[in-house]
């Protein structure tokens, strides 16, 4: 298991990247929004990328926490001893 997981995930603050990236994604989509009530002629560009946009960050948050409770889990396999590697 200690293979695999060095295999998995050899950097810990892989899954707070993640969620990072997902939340700047997710805050620039609305910081874009704002720029686009004081600039009407941009609202179709907007209205087009705003659903793909807030789709990836909210997935890069999915995968982030979904990581994140990865790791905890085989740390508390491993505080049990439960070390098979099968």
């Known amino acids: 298991m200690s293979t695999y997981k060095e295999y998995l ?3 810990t603050k892989t899954c707070y990247r993640y969620l ?3 939340l700047g994604v997710i805050l620039a989509t609305f910081v874009a929004g704002l720029v686009v009530l004081g600039a009407p ?3 179709s560009v907007y ?3 705003v659903m793909p946009m807030l789709f990836i960050g909210l997935g890069l ?3 982030g926490v979904g ?3 990865h790791i905890m889990h085989l ?3 491993e505080m049990r001893g439960n ?3 099968s």
């Open 20 to 22: 990072q990236a997902g």
């Open 75 to 77: 740390n508390v396999m």
């Open 41 to 43: 002629a941009w609202q």
């Open 83 to 85: 070390t098979d590697d």
């Open 67 to 69: 990581t994140h409770l």
């Open 61 to 63: 948050l999915l995968f």
């Open 9 to 11: 995930l050899a950097d």
């Open 47 to 49: 209205d087009v990328l």
